[in-house]
């Protein structure tokens, strides 16, 4: 069974630009969510989709944005690049049940320059 | 205060030993308990998950949960050098994952 598919591995992007990453969920998992991991914060919940419907939102700035397919697959946003958006952002897929197991990509690594 | 906390390490133990992780958290309406594995430069993979109060075990790692205490613990039985990562602890509620920020841990051989 192919694992939790993220693209792109790896992006370097210009303060103020604006990016789009994706993310193809395990085969059956509807539920996608999105996190940021840096050095300093750690790993942190940026949002989770299910049917399309955004169900929980982290704390950060509307620059982040997000959306879920029918397919289940999901695309983040981010706009108006700031240097602290350089991170390791991970996306994990699980069964909709409640809180289930989430099984993570293995993560898009942006460079904001 | 952090809703997730966990000892700050670095953790180092002998090969062979018992590694023991210790995770707390805030939020009594927290659901479900989980055990991350990251290995430098890698995603997190999960290892263990636990629900209900009690043990939990699935080959040389258990996970221990005590929703009274708000505490979840995770041992490591005859650490190997494969096993030096970091451990995240995560808790669940409302679709959402709040993650500790880890502890390290290193298998001397």
């Known amino acids: ?113 | 205060q952090k809703e997730v906390e966990q000892n700050s390490g670095p953790l180092s133990v002998p090969e062979g030993a018992i590694a023991s992780l210790n995770c707390t958290y805030s939020d009594r309406g927290s659901q479900s308990f989980f055990w991350y594995r990251q290995y430098s430069g890698k995603s997190p993979e999960l290892i263990m998950f636990i629900y209900s109060n009690g043990d939990k075990e699935d080959g040389r790692f258990t996970a221990q949960l005590n929703k009274a205490s708000q505490y979840v613990s995770l041992l490591i039985r005859d650490s190997q050098p494969s096993d030096s990562a970091t451990y995240l602890c995560a808790v669940g509620r409302d679709y959402k994952l709040s993650f500790g920020a880890g502890t390290t841990v290193t298998v001397r051989a």
């Open chain 1, 1 to 113: 069974k192919a694992g939790v598919t993220q693209t792109p591995r790896y992006l370097i992007k210009t303060r103020g630009q604006q990016v789009t990453l994706s993310c193809s969920p395990i085969s059956g998992h509807r539920s996608v969510s999105w996190y940021q991991q840096t050095p300093g914060q750690g790993l942190q919940f940026l949002f989770e989709y299910f049917s399309e419907t955004q169900r929980n939102k982290g704390n950060f700035p509307g620059r982040f944005s997000g959306r879920q397919f029918s397919n289940s697959r999901s695309e983040m946003n981010v706009s108006t690049l700031e240097l602290g958006d350089s991170a390791l952002y991970l996306c994990a897929s699980s069964y909709p049940g409640g809180n289930t197991e989430a099984f993570f990509g293995q993560g898009t690594r942006l460079t904001v320059v």
